[in-house]
């Protein structure tokens, strides 16, 4: 005769299987995502790859800007926005300001790090939206661009999303510039080169890089000196600069 299941055990394969459901879910809605996205770039139309991550994060606004433009006459920096008009000629001094004060160290460690600002108190917002706005600054190939976001009052926002998004994109940039062409970088590191540059940039000596890989200190310092000779920098502290502009680790 058959046992019939238990209360606990039937409960307890739930569970399993609610919880098996929802980390599928969650793997294919990144790749649903990234689809979404890979059209509109492939067009040029990073306005609706803006909108597509907007919904993502949850923001009502987006303002994608070019730091190295936004210290010209004109709006030239904006690459798109659905900001309101006078907003952004509110705001486009103070990032003129900012990005010109940041030293390139401070720079390079901003990458992907969401900040957060108030906006001035004379600027008129959309109706329902907050005041703070989140910058999430990225890179594409040597152009560095910054990502300000806008959001619903009382929006609680997820650092780890907005990284996110900061990701998505540079990448959707990437195909939208680069579509039908190759990389303007004109070397390849190898992957132990990467492996090194990766740990030099998370503060690892010679040595230490020596014993977590399971090669000789020599061998390591060779591979640095490769990867400062491909990269055309003099000192670790550079290629650590140079690996964060170029999305490298």
Wanted: net charge negative.
């Amino acid at each position: 005769m058959d046992a019939e299941p238990t209360t606990e055990g039937t409960e307890g394969r739930s569970r399993a299987a609610s919880l098996a459901e929802s980390l599928h879910k969650g793997s294919s809605s990144k790749d649903v995502l990234i689809r979404k996205l890979a059209t509109p770039a492939l067009s040029g139309d990073m306005g609706q790859c803006l909108r597509v991550l907007c919904d993502y994060v949850g923001a009502s606004h987006h303002l994608l800007a070019r730091y190295d433009l936004v210290q010209e006459e004109g709006l030239d920096f904006v690459v798109a926005a659905d900001w309101p008009f006078d907003l952004v000629r509110r705001l486009e001094s103070e990032l003129a300001t900012s990005y010109s004060q940041s030293t390139e160290l401070e720079k390079c460690l901003s990458v992907l790090q969401p900040k957060y600002a108030i906006l001035p108190d004379d600027a008129h917002v959309p109706a329902g939206t907050s005041r703070q706005y989140c910058t999430v600054t990225l890179n594409v190939g040597r152009t560095r661009l910054a990502l300000l976001l806008l959001f619903p009052q009382d929006y609680v926002l997820s650092p780890e999303r907005l990284r996110e998004v900061g990701l998505l994109a540079a990448y959707a940039l990437s195909l939208s510039a680069n579509k039908g062409h190759k990389s303007d970088r004109d070397f390849d590191l190898t992957d132990r080169e990467l492996e090194c540059l990766f740990w030099i940039a998370e503060g690892k000596t010679s040595d230490e890089i020596a014993t977590i890989l399971g090669i000789s200190r020599n061998t390591i310092n060779n591979y640095i000196t490769s990867v400062m000779r491909k990269t055309a920098t003099k000192t670790r502290s550079e290629a650590i600069a140079y690996a964060v502009r170029n999305n490298l680790v």
